[in-house]
């Protein structure tokens, strides 16, 4: 889970390459706006960006391909030079292939004296590389000497600025495709593309950087968005303050279900995170094995040892949510208790094993949330792990249609889908530390706690999952490294109450 770095003046609409060319397209056609002045916009913006980075940078290499993407390369080589750098454009394939406004900025920057070397090495002395290759429309494997390239890149000491997307990761799903450059900056065009923000876009993007070249808001309400970023300084405004005549009776009953013998942990943590989040009452159905024995850790939790249905239906009538999964294995107790739940038409979570066992059996129901990690989630699809990694977005959409109600996929950049109708929500925040047990467990507690508090489904999962990584990314200030699920603790319980923070 990478940490990206993101400009503070990023919009927050995602798109499919395939509508930002219409977007290009609505702009050009429709506003009559020239493609030649947007490539120009982009270089400008690009040359800009690349000054404010490295503002000493004296020997500037632009790597370009024979699309508009190299156009854009171009534009930049030429105020590079215009600006006394010493500059030197790769090109990778046949200029000949150079067309249209590529071909006018690659005549402009030779007219000027600008050097165009077919693409071999890297000079060793160069201290920025621009990488102008491929752009967004890319679906291909990368290989042969356009590989070849893309690894000098990488190999390179110097810092790489992307013009649009990293070449060679694929600008919807975030997959690498064969090989990718690794750029320590990138600036995105017109619109942001949603393979940036999850996979390996995090990764290969660097800091990330938006420049909308002057394209008429009209024109953006010619096409909808894809998917939409959300993190939690964009979600906590959903968080009023409560009523000074409160009660806990206002704030939902929630029962967390899990915990075989040996895994008491995973529902432990599942219920104080609910707790922390604000629900008014939490109850445990566990094995009697040490049910008692978690009283004295929270004693604000109500736990039940349970073996058989009849001991459960008097906890579901009290319930207003549960959340089933965290520790609760596939044994034939764990079947019992998951059978019980699907059976009552309370609203659910579902997390871990309560996952697994739902995909030997699987089922449609709306008013659940689905919270399957990658491997949960190929389980789930009955594809492997690299299929849901391949394609995140596609991946959600296809849990989503399957088995109904919201489907998160957590991961780098964690997905929430509530309906074919709706657009994928992104969380931005989290980092690399969450890679650690028991951050599932945590984020189910607190998700259900949400929905317990009388959220609907997707805006609580949406929540949960930005107040969860906001929690971790306060908890990663000391350390990526050695970070617990059990830290996120108090620090979802400072995020929850944004008022008593100024926020």
Same mark, same amino acid.
């Given at each position: 889970?990478?940490?990206?770095?993101?400009?503070?003046?990023?919009?927050?609409?995602?798109?499919?390459?395939?509508?930002?060319?219409?977007?290009?397209?609505?702009?050009?056609?429709?506003?009559?706006?020239?493609?030649?002045?947007?490539?120009?916009?982009?270089?400008?913006?690009?040359?800009?960006?690349?000054?404010?980075?490295?503002?000493?940078?004296?020997?500037?290499?632009?790597?370009?391909?024979?699309?508009?993407?190299?156009?854009?390369?171009?534009?930049?080589?030429?105020?590079?030079?215009?600006?006394?750098?010493?500059?030197?454009?790769?090109?990778?394939?046949?200029?000949?292939?150079?067309?249209?406004?590529?071909?006018?900025?690659?005549?402009?920057?030779?007219?000027?004296?600008?050097?165009?070397?077919?693409?071999?090495?890297?000079?060793?002395?160069?201290?920025?590389?621009?990488?102008?290759?491929?752009?967004?429309?890319?679906?291909?494997?990368?290989?042969?000497?356009?590989?070849?390239?893309?690894?000098?890149?990488?190999?390179?000491?110097?810092?790489?600025?992307?013009?649009?997307?990293?070449?060679?990761?694929?600008?919807?799903?975030?997959?690498?495709?064969?090989?990718?450059?690794?750029?320590?900056?990138?600036?995105?065009?017109?619109?942001?593309?949603?393979?940036?923000?999850?996979?390996?876009?995090?990764?290969?993007?660097?800091?990330?950087?938006?420049?909308?070249?002057?394209?008429?808001?009209?024109?953006?309400?010619?096409?909808?968005?894809?998917?939409?970023?959300?993190?939690?300084?964009?979600?906590?405004?959903?968080?009023?303050?409560?009523?000074?005549?409160?009660?806990?009776?206002?704030?939902?009953?929630?029962?967390?279900?899990?915990?075989?013998?040996?895994?008491?942990?995973?529902?432990?943590?599942?219920?104080?995170?609910?707790?922390?989040?604000?629900?008014?009452?939490?109850?445990?159905?566990?094995?009697?094995?040490?049910?008692?024995?978690?009283?004295?850790?929270?004693?604000?939790?109500?736990?039940?040892?349970?073996?058989?249905?009849?001991?459960?239906?008097? +906890?579901?009538?009290?319930?207003?949510? /549960? !959340?089933?999964?965290? *520790?609760? $294995? @596939?044994?034939?107790? #764990?079947? =019992?208790?998951?059978?019980?739940?699907?059976?009552?038409?309370?609203?659910?979570?579902?997390?871990?094993?309560?996952?697994?066992?739902?995909?030997?059996?699987?089922?449609?129901?709306?008013?659940?949330?689905?919270?399957?990690?990658?491997?949960?989630?190929?389980?789930?699809?009955?594809?492997?792990?690299?299929?849901?990694?391949?394609?995140?977005?596609?991946?959600?959409?296809? +849990?989503?249609?399957?088995?109904?109600? /919201? !489907?998160?996929?957590? *991961?780098? $950049? @964690?997905?929430?889908? #509530?309906? =074919?109708?709706?657009?994928?929500?992104?969380?931005?925040?989290?980092?690399?530390?969450?890679?650690?047990?028991?951050?599932?467990?945590?984020?189910?507690?607190?998700?259900?706690?949400?929905?317990?508090?009388?959220?609907?489904?997707?805006?609580?999962?949406?929540?949960?999952?930005?107040?969860?990584?906001?929690?971790?990314?306060?908890?990663?200030?000391?350390?990526?490294?050695? +970070?617990?699920?059990?830290?996120?603790?108090?620090?979802?319980?400072?995020?929850?109450?944004?008022?008593?923070?100024?926020?």
């Amino acid at each position: 889970m990478k940490t990206m770095k993101l400009n503070e003046s990023l919009p927050e609409g995602l798109y499919r390459a395939e509508q930002v060319r219409e977007l290009d397209r609505i702009a050009i056609e429709e506003f009559g706006i020239p493609g030649l002045a947007l490539m120009e916009s982009a270089g400008v913006a690009s040359y800009r960006l690349l000054r404010e980075k490295w503002p000493e940078a004296q020997d500037v290499t632009v790597i370009c391909g024979t699309g508009n993407n190299g156009g854009d390369g171009f534009v930049v080589a030429r105020l590079a030079l215009k600006d006394g750098a010493a500059v030197r454009v790769l090109q990778l394939g046949s200029p000949d292939r150079l067309a249209g406004d590529a071909r006018h900025n690659a005549d402009a920057y030779m007219a000027l004296g600008g050097e165009v070397i077919p693409f071999q090495s890297v000079p060793e002395q160069t201290e920025v590389l621009v990488d102008g290759v491929f752009g967004t429309g890319l679906e291909r494997e990368v290989t042969g000497a356009w590989a070849d390239a893309i690894t000098a890149i990488n190999e390179h000491w110097a810092p790489v600025l992307a013009l649009d997307v990293p070449s060679g990761l694929h600008s919807d799903s975030g997959k690498i495709l064969g090989t990718a450059v690794k750029a320590d900056a990138t600036i995105s065009f017109i619109g942001l593309k949603q393979g940036m923000f999850t996979g390996d876009g995090p990764e290969q993007c660097g800091e990330l950087h938006f420049d909308d070249l002057a394209v008429p808001s009209g024109v953006y309400s010619k096409q909808g968005v894809s998917a939409s970023r959300i993190s939690w300084t964009t979600m906590s405004g959903h968080l009023a303050p409560r009523s000074r005549t409160a009660h806990k009776g206002d704030y939902g009953h929630l029962l967390v279900i899990g915990g075989a013998p040996g895994f008491s942990g995973a529902v432990s943590m599942t219920a104080e995170a609910a707790a922390r989040s604000g629900a008014g009452l939490v109850s445990i159905a566990t094995s009697p094995a040490h049910a008692a024995q978690m009283n004295m850790l929270r004693p604000e939790l109500m736990c039940h040892g349970v073996t058989a249905s009849s001991e459960l239906l008097p +906890l579901l009538e009290r319930a207003s949510v /549960v !959340a089933i999964g965290p *520790g609760i $294995g @596939t044994s034939k107790w #764990a079947l =019992m208790l998951l059978g019980c739940v699907l059976d009552s038409k309370l609203p659910l979570v579902l997390d871990a094993d309560a996952l697994n066992l739902l995909a030997f059996d699987p089922m449609q129901r709306e008013n659940w949330i689905l919270t399957p990690h990658p491997g949960e989630a190929a389980r789930l699809l009955g594809c492997a792990t690299a299929e849901i990694q391949a394609d995140r977005f596609q991946s959600v959409r296809k +849990l989503q249609l399957k088995y109904g109600g /919201v !489907a998160v996929l957590k *991961g780098a $950049g @964690t997905l929430i889908q #509530a309906g =074919m109708e709706c657009a994928t929500a992104l969380c931005t925040d989290g980092n690399p530390g969450m890679a650690s047990g028991g951050m599932g467990d945590v984020l189910t507690g607190v998700i259900a706690s949400l929905v317990a508090q009388g959220h609907d489904l997707e805006l609580a999962a949406s929540m949960g999952v930005c107040i969860h990584a906001a929690a971790a990314d306060i908890a990663a200030k000391s350390g990526e490294r050695g +970070l617990l699920a059990g830290d996120l603790m108090p620090l979802i319980r400072e995020l929850i109450n944004p008022e008593a923070n100024g926020c």
